[in-house]
Structure formats: C-alpha cells, structure tokens
C-alpha cells in the first residue's frame, strides 16, 4: 500500500511564499511522476506542475515563473516552492504520484492541504 502524505499549507499574504511537501510511503520501487494539483472552490480539479522521473518538468502558464516543483529520490519525497503567491493560487493542493510499488504500477493522490493566500 502506497501512502502520500502532505503536510503544510497554510495562510500567506499575497506576495508571500510557501513551499509544499509530499512524502510517499509503503513498499515503493521507483516513483516515475510526481505532481501537484490543485482545486479552487467552484472549479475542476487542475495540474498545477509535474516532474517526470527523468527530470522533465511542466508547469500550468499560471504558475510559470513563479512555482518549482523538485525531488528529494532518497526520501521519495517531492516539494512545491510557491513564490509571489496571488490570491488566486488559494486552493486545497493535492500531491500526485505515479508509483511502482511491488510490482504494480499506480497513480495515488495525497489528501490535499487548504493554501489560503489573503491580506
């Protein structure tokens, strides 16, 4: 069984940063995507970065400048540094992962963190 876990999030003031975590747990391989996403109330659900195992990455045009995804491979731990956040970026974020766990490939989703960005 493979477990994401994200702690963090918060409440920032536009302008402001945060940096996000994913940790993956359980009987993993290799991880060979990680992302973020995220969901604002009202709205679909949206990729907001994703980061191949290979080092590809990309970014949603919203966000591009502003947010980098990276990996920490020995921890299977990967992160979202949220810079010049607006007050658009509130949203609860989701971490994604595409995982090799055993010998079963599969995508597994953490359980979102609320990021609120207000004056």
């Known amino acids: 069984q493979v477990q994401l876990v994200e702690p963090g999030g918060g409440l920032v003031q536009p302008g402001g940063s945060l940096r996000l975590s994913c940790a993956a747990s359980?009987?993993?391989?290799?991880?060979?995507?990680m992302a973020w996403y995220r969901q604002a109330p009202g709205n679909q659900r949206e990729m907001v970065a994703t980061?191949?195992?290979?080092?590809?990455?990309d970014y949603a045009d919203s966000v591009k400048g502003r947010f980098t995804i990276s990996r920490d491979n020995v921890k299977n731990t990967w992160y979202l540094q949220m810079n010049s956040l607006k007050s658009e970026d509130t949203a609860v974020y989701y971490c994604?992962?595409?995982?090799?766990?055993?010998?079963?490939?599969?995508?597994?989703w953490g359980q979102g963190t609320q990021v609120t960005v207000s004056s």
């Open positions: 994604n992962g595409v995982v090799l766990a055993g010998i079963i490939n599969g995508a597994y």
């Open positions: 359980g009987s993993i391989r290799s991880v060979y995507v």
């Open positions: 980061l191949t195992k290979g080092g590809s990455t």
